[in-house]
């Protein structure tokens, strides 16, 4: 008997030792993670999520066990080589988050090469939930933030309007008349979207009905966060309305965000005991979400662990992945030269510019390089063009071109119509000049926008491909550099749009002759 317990120990401390070397591997994702969950309030609910999850899988221990054979184990050994690849492209391309994802895969192919693919099966709810813990990337969170906020604003605006206040909103500004409040990213709801739907993914799992009872529960986290952050922005603008901006301000602002997030709480327990009412389950409210009583009474096992070659074969492997990503760890982006915005010029052809600077709070959030904004005239009439360029030396770690298209609703404009657009016979670094072209209006006043993200000698109008091309580079080229090039053009009430296109089609033709100077290709 003690020989066999000396063996399980042997096993299981090199099992120990394979997981204690994964987070040796993954030391700088897991550290920037935890930072993350320490700095950004959305995600101060990481620290949970493997408490949790460790919890739900030792509640099902007694449906673990160890394989035997190592054809059992292959699974999760292809997992853990396919998880290590993604890890050391994302290394190559400095991108923390498909490192943090990577970490999750390879360490649910630990998880497979030790139990198994029933072991897989008893514990993928469990490992699933450690995706709430991982960050989103910078660009889908700005996206989602920007739309979080217009929706709630209006909802908010609404809400005031109903209690019979006069109130007018522009973009994310709220018009009380003597006060005006700016509903910014803190208000926007993330903060409740992302603990929320980790409560509810792990409520639904834990919940006693149907599948489709379950998906509702979690898919209703988003649509319960938006409602109730809207009902605490226009409750904030009605005790503003009648005792001043302090009421949206320090103690009282906090505890109303806390207060919403234990109603959301409330509202989805709420809905779980309507459904279990629905299914004819007339269940307590500490009776909707628990243990089911079959994991706690499930047979328990005289494990005794037998040595499987998988146990090397996983220390093996992490061992290759850690000594490729010190390989490339050292890698440092290549800073192309280029003239510095400070000298572009502000004639070009017929037209006149002056410069313009952005607010530090803007700056601040963009986390740019560097920008020019020149208001451009024609002296002999009152054509204007605002051009506008911001670079970055460096996309990583948070820092990327933000898309006007996520912007413009924000300072109030409204995007009344949207395409690409290509013109032969304007051309940069030798190609065809490609745009992004909008008409935006707020109120009466119209803009023509035209705009393109110049990314290391591509013309890109996609996102989405911006991203794509940036993960290729930064492996294949070693750059991240990248700008985005904005052109504005006011467009009179009777003047007829294609007027406007020309103007900026003219003025292009001034333009781009300048930029490669400033924009390396």
């Not at 997992?79 to 990577?102: D, H, N, P, S």
């Not at 993928?124 to 920007?146: G, H």
């Not at 309007?161 to 018009?175: P, S």
């Amino acid at each position: 008997m003690n020989t066999e317990n000396t063996k399980s120990a042997i096993v299981w401390s090199l099992w120990a030792a394979a997981l204690l070397l994964l987070c040796v591997v993954f030391r700088d994702s897991l550290i920037e993670m935890a930072t993350t969950w320490t700095n950004v309030e959305e995600y101060s609910h990481g620290f949970f999520i493997p408490i949790i999850t460790i919890y739900l899988l030792w509640a099902r221990r007694g449906e673990l066990v160890l394989v035997q054979g190592f054809k059992a184990s292959l699974p999760g050994l292809i997992i853990i080589a396919l998880g290590l690849i993604l890890f050391i492209l994302g290394g190559l391309a400095t991108i923390k988050t498909m490192e943090q994802y990577a970490f999750l895969v390879v360490l649910t192919g630990m998880f497979g090469s030790a139990f198994g693919l029933r072991g897989l099966r008893v514990g993928a709810i469990p490992l699933l939930f450690l995706i709430f813990m991982v960050p989103f990337p910078s660009f889908i969170l700005n996206n989602l933030s920007s739309k979080l906020q217009l929706i709630s604003s209006w909802l908010g605006v609404e809400f005031i309007r109903a209690c019979d206040i006069m109130v007018y909103l522009e973009g994310n500004v709220i018009d009380l008349g003597s006060y005006k409040l700016q509903v910014v990213d803190a208000c926007s709801g993330l903060r409740y979207l992302f603990p929320l739907a980790s409560l509810a993914f792990l409520c639904a799992y834990l919940f006693k009905g149907p599948f489709w009872q379950k998906l509702l529960i979690f898919l209703s986290s988003m649509p319960l966060t938006i409602f109730m952050n809207s009902f605490r922005i226009g409750v904030i603008g009605v005790l503003v309305d009648n005792w001043g901006t302090e009421m949206a301000e320090g103690f009282l602002h906090d505890f109303e965000g806390w207060a919403v997030f234990l109603l959301c709480m409330l509202l989805l327990f709420i809905e779980m005991w309507v459904f279990s009412r629905i299914s004819g389950r007339k269940l307590a409210m500490g009776e909707l979400v628990q243990i089911p009583e079959e994991w706690s009474h499930t047979a328990r096992r005289n494990l005794v662990a037998i040595l499987n070659k998988s146990v090397f074969a996983v220390l093996i492997l992490l061992c290759v992945g850690a000594g490729a990503s010190e390989i490339f760890k050292g890698r440092e982006d290549i800073i192309p030269e280029r003239k510095a915005f400070l000298t572009f010029p502000t004639t070009l052809g017929n037209w006149q510019g002056r410069n313009d600077y952005l607010a530090q709070h803007y700056l601040n959030e963009l986390k740019l390089t560097d920008y020019v904004i020149v208001n451009f005239t024609q002296p002999e009439s009152r054509n204007s063009v605002n051009f506008y360029s911001a670079y970055y030396q460096s996309q990583r770690k948070g820092a990327a071109v933000h898309s006007p298209r996520s912007c413009i609703p924000g300072d109030g404009w409204q995007i009344s119509s949207f395409e690409q657009r290509e013109f032969a016979d304007l051309q940069l670094d030798g190609q065809a000049l490609q745009v992004n072209r909008a008409i935006i209006q707020k109120g009466e006043s119209r803009q023509l926008v035209y705009f393109w993200f110049q990314q290391r000698g591509r013309m890109i109008t996609s996102e989405y491909m911006v991203k794509w091309f940036l993960f290729y580079d930064a492996i294949t080229m070693n750059r991240t550099d990248g700008a985005l090039i904005r052109l504005v053009t006011p467009v009179d009430k009777v003047e007829d749009i294609s007027v406007a296109d020309q103007r900026l089609q003219l003025f292009l033709k001034n333009l781009l002759p300048e930029l490669p100077a400033y924009l390396p290709g």
